[in-house]
């Protein structure tokens, strides 16, 4: 059993890094609760929208919050594996090989634009996504216990991409769309560069919230959240659905399941509460299965939209009393 007032300082620490880092993202605040809500989990985030809405920034500021290591590679047709992982090198003074460490090896990893390098390249992602672990010249090597990728595309712009292989698009615990903010909150992002407040804070960086010590403690919280069987019952509904649907060639797998019962648990926790209910699960469905879906033929020809069917899964499944 966890304890109450543990439950709501850890509930209360998390809605302290979200405000935190909206100092500097104005609007998008359910964005920023789903990549905490990722990292948390110990999953992956693909951040889908168009240039100019703050995927990046919104990246590297929750890295600051949380005061976790960020790195950036910028995904280009010319990126090789062993610029995402590193490579071993001969030592002319120690006559030995070592590892130079490429910037995989960190805490958060943003890999900008990743469909804009071949498969080739984004396959150097799999093992450290599923395992956090990455084989370089036949020796493995362990990442950080807090590696999370998170990766950006951009929805629109699809000349000089290359899709995303299905093993990858699998190991993205949720995707994450970073929309247009609302007019106030564009007023407000405009009237802080009037003001000079972005710059200050760009310059001071953001305050650490929740540290490495915190962050683990949290982690292993969530994994004490209840589930009941009912609920159970009702995620595994849900994705079975996706498998049997006319629109759907290829449903979610059981890592889905997997996901959405890892997010829901970890959506209690951030909501101050010790056992899961059947809106955390309907909240993050979308997020968390409608991007590993491949569509019929037809559905694609007519338009048909991902979320969309797993929003009529949901409304159509019987939620658990």
């Not at 003001?195 to 953001?206: F, H, Q």
């Not at 909501?271 to 694609?300: C, M, Y």
Request: proline share 4%; aromatic share 4%; net charge negative.
């Amino acid at each position: 059993m966890l304890d109450q007032e543990r439950i709501n300082n850890f509930a209360q620490q998390i809605e302290n890094a979200v405000d935190e880092a909206q100092k500097v993202i104005s609007g998008n605040r359910e964005s920023i609760q789903k990549i905490l809500a990722t990292i948390i989990c110990g999953g992956h985030a693909l951040l889908e929208g168009v240039p100019g809405t703050g995927k990046t920034f919104t990246a590297s500021s929750i890295s600051q919050v949380l005061d976790l290591d960020f790195k950036r590679i910028q995904f280009t047709p010319d990126l090789m594996p062993a610029d995402i992982t590193g490579t071993t090198i001969f030592d002319r003074n120690t006559s030995d090989f070592h590892l130079r460490k490429g910037p995989i090896f960190t805490d958060i990893l943003l890999a900008d634009e990743i469909n804009r390098a071949p498969a080739k390249t984004q396959a150097a992602l799999l093992e450290a996504m599923q395992e956090k672990k990455v084989t370089i010249d036949t020796e493995t090597n362990q990442l950080s216990s807090f590696f999370t990728c998170l990766a950006t595309q951009n929805p629109v712009e699809m000349e000089g991409t290359y899709p995303l292989p299905e093993a990858e698009i699998d190991r993205f615990l949720m995707k994450i769309t970073i929309g247009y903010p609302d007019a106030d909150a564009e007023k407000e992002i405009i009237r802080r560069y009037r003001d000079g407040e972005i710059s200050t804070v760009k310059a001071n960086k953001l305050t650490k919230i929740i540290d490495r010590q915190l962050l683990s403690e949290i982690k292993e919280a969530v994994d004490k959240v209840n589930v009941e069987e009912n609920i159970l019952d009702y995620i595994t509904e849900i994705v079975r659905k996706t498998r049997d649907h006319k629109d759907v060639e290829l449903g979610a797998s059981p890592r889905s399941s997997v996901a959405l019962f890892s997010v829901a648990r970890t959506i209690a926790l951030m909501s101050g509460r010790d056992f899961v209910i059947p809106d955390d699960v309907k909240a993050n469905a979308i997020s968390v299965l409608a991007h590993r879906l491949i569509l019929t033929t037809e559905a694609q020809i007519t338009n048909i939209d991902n979320a969309s069917i797993i929003q009529e899964i949901i409304d159509t499944t019987e939620v658990p009393k």
